[in-house]
């Protein structure tokens, strides 16, 4: 079954701190990949994604993540955290073929802590 | 910059009764999703639209739910008899096309409490 996994419920970091939220998936192919952040009482936000090319894309905020075919991941990194990343993100996978679905992990809280 | 809505942004109803959530994609969009959140955690696929015509439904998609366009506009998912476990975020979502590395465009959601 093909699915997305984010091992951690919850990350926290000291603001200024680097930051890493960890994504790795189950699908077959080279499936288009992306990272949303939400905001309480929010809808989700496009970050960034990843279809081909470089394995370090830039996104908003700052943030970038980093594709690893072999590890099949899709971390989400960015260099200095702020206070106001705080908020849960989601990493989310849709295959090139056979459906128009997207399939979502299970988010992960950040917490940025001043 | 265009944006998804979604309306109402809160409903309250009674278990056993209909519920119609709405929602207004992007104009050019002809994609459609639906998802739903209990208690900001894990986002749940529940049903895909294109060209008038389910596209994909989970499991959770049962006998309950119907979604329609109704006109060029609105998106609706139709709940017809609540259980206090439908209480949740409902989102709606769409891209372009459906092909292509498009990401999803969210609406704010409405929330769901079923009493």
């Known amino acids: 079954a093909q699915s997305v996994a984010q091992p951690e419920d919850q990350v926290n970091v000291a603001e200024g701190n680097p930051l890493t939220v960890k994504c790795t998936y189950s699908v077959s192919g080279n499936p288009y990949l992306f990272w949303y952040v939400q905001y309480p009482n929010r809808g989700l936000q496009f970050l960034l994604k990843?279809?081909?090319?470089?394995?370090l894309v830039k996104g908003s905020y700052g943030f970038e993540a980093e594709f690893n075919k072999s590890q099949t991941s899709f971390h989400l990194k960015k260099p200095s955290a702020l206070v106001s990343d705080s908020a849960l993100y989601f990493c989310?996978?849709?295959?090139?073929?056979?459906?128009?679905?997207?399939?979502f992990g299970t988010g992960t809280r950040l917490k940025v802590l001043a | 910059e265009p944006e998804v809505t979604q309306t109402p942004s809160h409903q309250v109803t009674q278990m056993g009764q209909e519920v119609i959530l709405r929602c207004v994609p992007i104009?050019?969009?002809?994609?459609f999703y639906w998802y739903r959140q209990i208690l900001g955690q894990k986002v749940e696929f529940l049903v895909s639209f294109y060209n008038n015509e389910i596209s994909e439904k989970s499991e959770i998609f049962d006998d309950q739910f119907s979604v329609e366009r109704p006109d060029g506009s609105n998106f609706t998912l139709k709940i017809r008899s609540t259980k206090l476990e439908d209480s949740a975020m409902y989102f709606c979502a769409s891209i372009p096309a459906g092909g292509g590395p498009f990401e999803q465009y969210f609406g704010p959601g409405t929330r769901l409490t079923v009493t």
């Open positions: 989310a996978v849709r295959p090139t073929s056979g459906t128009y679905k997207y399939i």
């Open positions: 104009s050019n969009h002809l994609y």
């Open positions: 990843y279809i081909t090319g470089d394995n």
